[in-house]
């Protein structure tokens, strides 16, 4: 069986000609890097015993030369990654955006925030110096090769060294892997929670919650702290050990050279050019422990984003189905929350005719929210289907869908932005549109009062604007550009008499025009515009047919109530 590749690293595989030239640029300033040594054996060699000027001329403007030459494919290969950044972000960055959102949509995860983070981590690692590392240690036996040319016990202490520093790092690795897995996890649930708090900022002020938030905050932090201060301490232990390897495999260098020297088994310029070399060998392994936290930061993001990603699949192209007249059937549909483990809706079935105008009602818990969110697509049935004249639901592409849906949330969320931006759902600006959603929402005079009547800014989530006005703008955005279904969950829990009289004219205006309509209220008084009522209890449908019917079941004294239709008053029922 063929491992699936994931998306992560098929974006990669699209960068590899990239980083297949900076390997070769790498290769080439590699080999540059042995320009310098020369030049000092050159020197010391040569130079110093012939006296002679116009040889270190020579050698000194063909060293410049060189050394500007590896400058310049510096310069190049960081280029080179700075572009291959750029087409990650043309590869992955919706792609992370749009799991990001399904995850939120469906609760997947603790935080699916967080993926926007992790994709910008492993972005800049790749795209960082820390991966030059991995570009010059294959070159590193290459000059511990020429450095046992030199002689077998300069080669000597260069690899054991070399060794010594890379246990260093193994060691690095394996003391500081956990902690700072552990405080990363902490970390990624400590920035949901603050973002929580933040969007809820007004309860914790109201009720005095801040500073037990403050305290629970504080509890978490001191924890991530702790963890990343014991990786730290470990990984500092590790720093000063190889610091002090490295000074020691300098002096043993210099010491072990000049022992040849004196016994006349190499000559001076070769004390200098090892002592060179063997800091070129252990450069890369000495930039991979200083960049070793950074690598690990951006293994964990990878993995998190690689687990994301699989678990919420690229959606696939759908065959583009006509525009629906509006027609619904719910099969019995099954529900249980995204996350939950028990159902809020149970085996729930009812037609409606294109253009007719449903009521629901019942009590709190009944689950009518439940039902709104899967009547839009936000939410799948665990089981059953629903229909738009007869196709389901979820064979439609979301954004096609949108195209004839209007949604209504009980919590009306607006967005940073104009009103006429809010109104059209950010999509292309057709004013006539606009208005004439607006007006069928009963809003239009309501917004030329405001100071820039349709250009107004209403600040992130319509702070700008009060509960009855957000409800009435968030009604003209359900109403835009005719949409063939609208539901609206509590359209009128934030509405004074007049919004409520205008609401009650655009249900009657969406009806004449063919619309089909779900309001679920608590408030009887929306019943009059509607056809058929739908009664919900503990999940499940009690009751559903015409108006007329269905409250006038209310108003007769029940005698006795029955598993199958239990004895609800009006006032449960609403």
Known sequence: MIEKKSEVKAALATCRNAFFMTAAFSAFINILMLVSPLYMMQVYDRVLHSRSE??????????VALLGVMAALEVVRSRILVRVGGRMDQELSERVLSAQFQASLHRIGSNPAQASRDFDTVRQFLTGSGIFAFFDAPWTPLILAIMFLFHPVLGTIALVGGIALFGLALLNEAITKKPLEEANRNAVVAAGAIESSMRNAEVLEAMG???????????RREEILRLQAVASDRAGVIMGLTKYLRLLLQTAILGGGAYLAIHEQISAGLIIAGSILMGRALAPVEQAI??????????????????LLSRVPK?????ELPRPVGDLKVETVVVVPPGGNA????????????????????????????????????????????????ADLHNWDPERRGTFMGYLPQDVELFDGSISENISRFGEMDSEAIVTA?????????ILRLPQGYDTPIGTGGCALSGGQRQRIGLARAVYANPAMVVLDEPNSNLDDEGESALVHAISELKRAGTTVIIISHRPSILSVTDQILVLADGGVRMFGNRAEVLSRFT???????????????????
């Open 54 to 63: 116009a040889t270190l001329l020579m050698l000194t403007l063909i060293t």
């Open 209 to 219: 919650m801040f500073g037990n938030f403050r305290r629970r905050w504080a509890a």
């Open 290 to 307: 200083g960049t070793w936290k950074q690598f690990v930061g951006a293994r964990i993001a990878y993995r998190r984003l690689n687990e």
């Open 315 to 319: 959606s696939m192209p759908r065959t």
């Open 343 to 390: 159902p809020t809706l149970s085996r729930v079935s009812f037609d409606l005719a294109a253009g007719e105008v449903l009521g629901v009602i019942g009590p709190s818990g009944a689950g009518k929210s439940t039902l709104a969110r899967l009547l839009v697509g936000a939410w799948r049935p665990y089981a059953g289907t629903v229909r738009i004249d007869g």
């Open 438 to 446: 607006a007006k069928r929402a009963g809003v239009h005079d309501m």
């Open 556 to 574: 007769r004294p029940v005698v006795a109530s029955t598993p199958a239709q239990p004895g609800l008053t009006a006032q449960q029922a609403s």
